[in-house]
């Protein structure tokens, strides 16, 4: 990912849409710290593949969590004060990892997410580039937080941010193949797909349309466009 890139996107969408300007704040300030993990990772030594570095990683969580309480949204911010009391981080690190069902993932996420994403991208670059052709993230198993279009269809993971081609047409968590196309005309290179077969829906940038887009930001920033499809079951 190109943290740079997604924040002065970000700017840019905070000018378009007012509504959305505290939300990609937050996101411009989460991403500068993500930043300063993937580049700690990128530093280290060679830990194997799928290990997560929880010494490294806990070293980061008193700046994280002020970070949170300071511009997070409030619900995020009382849960970063509770996080605070609790003795096991690093168990809720792995937790994360091994896909947990803990009401304070959504934390450990954040600075989960560009550690993975290190390790995704030491993996393609020592084995090579990971096929795809499912609706799992082919290197950590996680389902995609989005799509882009630009020629092909690629789904984006939702942990670790590897991208991979998967058919058009065919909605990634049922493979089923009734979807709905949606839009907001105030994001005319996003739309939603929504699956009639599992209820689940998908954010689709569509880069041809606007290639100065970042999935990332545009995804955020589109917030209205997840009440578009009313009665829909968000991503995990």
């Known amino acids: 990912m190109d943290w740079d890139r997604a924040r002065r996107r970000a700017e840019v969408l905070e000018a378009r849409h007012p509504e959305a300007a505290p939300v990609l704040r937050f996101a411009r300030a989460l991403w ?21 570095d929880t010494a490294l990683l806990g070293g980061f969580l008193p700046d994280y969590l002020q970070l949170v309480e ?17 003795p096991d981080w690093d168990e809720l690190l792995r937790a994360c990892w091994r896909r947990a069902n803990d009401r304070l993932e959504l ?19 020592e084995v090579g580039d990971l096929e795809g052709g499912t609706g799992s993230c082919p290197f950590c198993g996680r ?4 799509a ?15 991208a991979w081609a998967f058919p058009e047409g065919e909605c990634p968590l049922c493979r089923g193949r009734r979807l ?21 829906y998908l954010k689709v940038v569509d880069l041809g349309r606007d290639p100065e887009a970042v999935a990332a930001a545009d995804e955020i920033a589109s917030g209205a466009l997840d009440t578009v499809r009313e009665g829909a079951r968000g991503n995990p």
């Open 148 to 162: 882009t279009a630009n020629g092909e269809r690629r789904l984006v993971c939702s942990l670790c941010a590897t």
């Open 32 to 52: 500068r710290f993500q930043e300063e993990i993937y580049r700690r990772a990128r530093r280290g030594g060679r830990a194997a593949a799928r290990r997560l």
């Open 70 to 86: 300071k511009h997070g949204p409030p619900e995020l911010a009382a849960r970063a004060q509770k996080l605070q009391e609790r």
């Open 143 to 146: 389902p995609p937080l989005l």
């Open 180 to 200: 709905e196309r949606l839009g907001d005309p105030a994001f005319p290179h996003l739309r939603v797909e929504g699956c009639a077969d599992c209820g689940r």
């Open 107 to 125: 934390l450990a996420r954040a600075i989960l997410e560009p550690y993975v994403h290190h390790l995704a991208e030491r993996w393609r670059e």
